[in-house]
């Protein structure tokens, strides 16, 4: 997508993937400062550890402790998350007063951390994460504590769905269930679907198949309904932005997506 995304623009660039080992992460990215890269997307397993070898880094990089864009500057390497601004995108365009929406999180992975920042920004008054591993929801809501977002966050565990959903503004499956070779899969039981109010919104961050059987089942239940691709193509449009300075192509990213994603 970032490179059907340069063509349009007319601009002299490549869109490069560059496999680095984790011990050679530091030489690689001075050697791109050598060779004067623009900028850079970052991905697992590097997406952490790339934070002390930038100058600046983002106040929502650093609430969702990851950084996936990164840019260069005067004084050096620049890093931010694209995620939450990926994740929002397409819940703007809704008029919702999202200061009266409580959200759930179903997840607390990585993409977990970039929603509830997102959440944060949007303004939702309470967010309410559910896991399954009681000792990884602990070290969740412990690194939120230092975070410059400071969210309005608890954390339960997934036997407590019951009495979350009925408080559901925003429910966002941010857990990989349902996703390619489990496609039959969904995070919810049928039966708790009538639990959430008629005015929730279903938001799935998985983006093979589309639709997942959880938002099969929300749009059955007469929910409003968003999945992954938007986030997708709405993140890697943030980090095009940041690079050249100019306003990106979404709806070519998008169309390169569509045709390329099974
Ligand atoms: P991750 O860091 O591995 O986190 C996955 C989370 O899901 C963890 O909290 C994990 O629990 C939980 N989980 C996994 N299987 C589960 C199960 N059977 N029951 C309950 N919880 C389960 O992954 P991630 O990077 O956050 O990605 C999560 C999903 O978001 C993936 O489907 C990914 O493709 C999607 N995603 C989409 C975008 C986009 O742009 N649309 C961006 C990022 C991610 P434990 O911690 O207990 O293992």
Redesign the pocket.
């Known amino acids: 997508m970032h490179n059907a995304a340069i063509a349009t623009l007319g601009l002299d660039y490549a869109y490069l993937p560059f496999p680095i080992a984790p011990e050679r992460l530091k030489v690689a990215v001075d050697g791109f400062a050598a060779v004067g890269l623009q900028g850079f997307n970052i991905t697992i397993p590097h997406k952490q550890t790339i934070m002390p070898l930038l100058t600046t880094v983002t106040e929502v990089a650093q609430a969702i402790g990851a950084v996936n864009t990164v840019w260069w500057s005067d004084t050096g390497w620049c890093g931010t998350n694209t995620?939450a601004a990926?994740f929002m995108a397409p819940l703007q365009s809704l008029k919702r007063d999202w200061q009266q929406l409580p959200a759930l999180v179903?997840?607390?992975?990585?993409?977990?951390r970039?929603v509830v920042a997102a959440c944060h920004q949007l303004g939702c008054p309470e967010i309410l994460v559910a896991?399954?591993?009681a000792q990884?929801l602990a070290a969740f809501a412990q690194s939120w504590q230092a975070s410059p977002l400071q969210p309005n966050l608890s954390t339960h565990t997934?036997d407590q769905l019951g009495s979350l959903l009925p408080k559901a503004g925003l429910l966002v499956n941010?857990?990989?269930?349902g996703?390619a070779l489990n496609v039959e899969a969904s995070?919810l039981a049928d039966n708790q679907l009538p639990l959430l109010d008629s005015q929730a919104i279903a938001y799935d961050?998985?983006?093979t198949p589309r639709p997942t059987q959880f938002l099969q089942q929300a749009a059955t239940a007469g929910l409003a309904t968003f999945d992954?691709?938007e986030?997708?193509v709405q993140?890697g449009a943030a980090a095009l932005a940041i690079w050249t300075q100019q306003p990106p192509p979404v709806d070519v990213m998008r169309q390169a997506l569509l045709e390329r994603l099974p």
């Not at 179903?106 to 977990?112: D, E, I, K, P, S």
Request: hydrophobic share 45%.
């Open positions: 995620d990926g179903l997840g607390n992975g990585g993409a977990a970039a896991g399954r591993n990884k997934w941010a857990t990989p269930i996703m995070p961050l998985i983006y992954g691709l986030m997708l993140q």
